[in-house]
């Protein structure tokens, strides 16, 4: 019988690919570029489960004219690119209904509440359990109104029980010491833990898989073979790969698969950036975000990685890496003794979907095809979780959650 080939070696792809091997399925990976060479190179190493609420909320839209005129705004769009942005936007602006808010909430939380159940396990099997540590993530407010400001995301925390505590001036600073003294308030989440390098976590996990079995293919998928199901995929170096099934889960580049397979989906990418730093003359133990400065901060990777903003300006436009050095002087504005020293440049393509909420689940239109793709800024968060609810449908198995809510077909 022929593998389930998977396409895509990210984080996504390499997690489902170890849990169908944990099965007792035979598994091929293929990828551009071989493990974790892509978004999940460059992740800011949260497992984000407190992130969940969509992008296109009401309170996005009211800063989004503010953002986009600003030259260091946290969101920019290439004016080049925005007459091909303009479909994603619609649904991007469709999705904003305080209806359609709520359901994407109920959806993003039914997977970050799981976070854990499947991610444990899943470490422990891939003996990475020391990948996960123990602390979690404060989120900064420089005064009462930013505190006011972000406070329909703690209320939506508090309505579906995700563990968070409120600190204040002293309590902030005994747990992180590098912290300017005019931060006035902070959340801690204390479940959004880090991963101790999260490029190093996908070329293990790999490895593990290879170890037991595994076969990783470097290709890049150009077509596929199909009558009344999928059978092989042609790479663009002229090989065939035979299938039984198929899981894409190519992050940004999924949406030029689907279309194919005649299934197109609105994903678009997220460009993100981020600069790693490994002389930064300060230690710290969280993570750290502020939303009004929209930065995060990470230790990780055997430094100190700052990140975050976006850019809409598709595949292929060269990276602008003056978006990383705005985001080292916000951080330096939280951490004042933090240098910017032997330090790299990086920048990513984030999977976005205009809902905020990934598909899971089974291709509308080919047997034996499934999708895993479009977790946004929640691809390490979501991995295990996807990866637990992929395996599932490919074995046969009711999954312990409703997927309607992830469904290909929803746009």
Known sequence: MSPIAVVGAGIIGVTIAFELQRRGRSVVLIDREGPGKGASYGNMASIAVTEFMPASRPSVWAQMPKW??????????????????????????????????????????????????????????????????????????????????????????????????????????DLEPALTSKIAKAVLFPDNRSIRDPYRFVVKLSEKFLSLGGRIEQGDVVGFDHSDRVEAMRLKDGRSIDSSEIVLCAGAYTGKLSRLLGEPIPLETERGY?????????????????????????????????????????????????????????????????????????????????????????????????????????????AATTARLIADLVTGVQPPIDLKPYRVDRF
């Open 68 to 173: 986009l005129i600003d030259p260091e705004g946290p969101v920019r769009i290439r004016p080049s690119y925005m007459p091909k942005l303009a479909p994603w936007f619609l649904r991007f602006l469709e999705a904003s209904r305080p209806s359609r808010v709520k359901e994407l909430e109920a959806a993003g939380a039914v997977l970050c509440g799981r976070v854990y159940e499947d991610l444990l396990p899943l470490l422990k099997a891939a003996d990475l359990a020391d990948m996960l540590t123990e602390e979690g993530c404060l989120s900064l407010y420089g005064d009462e109104a930013e505190f006011r400001a972000d406070r329909q995301h703690i209320a939506v925390l508090e309505r579906f029980g995700f563990r968070h505590e409120i600190l204040g001036g002293t309590a902030i600073r």
């Open 274 to 382: 981020h600069t790693q730093i490994m002389a930064p003359g300060i230690s710290m133990r969280h993570s750290i975000i502020w939303p009004a400065r929209a930065f995060m901060v990470t230790p990780t990777a055997g430094g100190i990685r700052v990140g975050g903003t976006v850019e809409m300006a598709g595949l292929d436009a060269a990276p602008d890496y003056r978006r990383a050095k705005v985001l080292i002087k916000r951080a330096q504005e939280a951490l004042p003794d933090l240098r910017a020293e032997k330090a790299t440049d990086w920048m990513g393509h984030r999977p976005a979907l205009p809902d905020t909420v990934p598909i899971i689940g089974p291709s509308a239109r080919h047997r034996g095809v499934f999708y895993a793709t479009g977790h946004g800024h929640l691809g390490l968060t979501y």
